[in-house]
């Protein structure tokens, strides 16, 4: 049995695991849609042991998860932000099941770029990812408006100096035999980055796609707009760097 510590009042678990507000969570309380160990919750207040409590809400159990761990394969014309006044975010996209209170993209895809987003409500995880002293790789698969060069490969191995005069950290290039196409891997993300980095060279990005974070690559399975929950294994793996 979990210490009392780790109880949690019945209308806040609701509202963090459902996704919803905590009056739609007491809603279902008072109309009694809600059961704990197979007894209707009457209290709004009531404490639960979320890891050893079984409860229902309209019939279907509430399976607890301290912190959910999403993959989403962004489109063009989404944002990557909790709120825009404007576009479309990526929280927008989640399905009904896999929202909750608190999540956020952990780093950022430009409007433009598509591709792998984290999203999580895991703050010491999404911060350890974006930090550049833990080396977490980011792979992109690259369009060029030109053919790339190999001087690239040796540019972007010593760190490029980039627009505005951010040096940029080792990087690596690999062109493939369309020329125009490239894998570029980093383990930073400065605004604009990959782009600032082409321009620096004398080219520019006319197509960009994260296929890659850490150990973890995207599913090639999820069309455009469409997630995931992440696996146990994926989230040990996203810590891993090519880089090294």
Known sequence: MAGKSGFQRLDKFLSAQLGISRNDAKELIKKRLVTVNGTVGKLYDMKIDPENDKITAEGKEVVYRKHLYIMMNKPQGVVCSTKDGESRTVLELLPPELRRNGLFPAGRLDKDTEGFVFITDDGVLAH???????????????????????????????????????????????????????????????????????????????????????GVELDENLALGECREMLHKEIENIYTSFLE
């Open 128 to 214: 350890n990812i974006l930090s550049p002293k833990h080396h977490v790789s980011k792979v992109y698969f690259a369009r060029f408006e030109k053919e790339a060069e190999d001087s690239y490969i040796s540019a972007f191995e010593k760190g490029l100096e980039i627009d505005g005069g951010d040096v940029c950290l080792p990087a690596k290039i690999e062109i493939l035999d369309n020329r125009h196409e490239a894998l570029i891997t980093i383990a930073e993300g400065m605004y604009h980055q990959i782009k600032r980095m082409a321009e620096a060279v004398g080219n520019k990005i006319v197509y960009l796609k994260r296929i890659r974070i850490g």
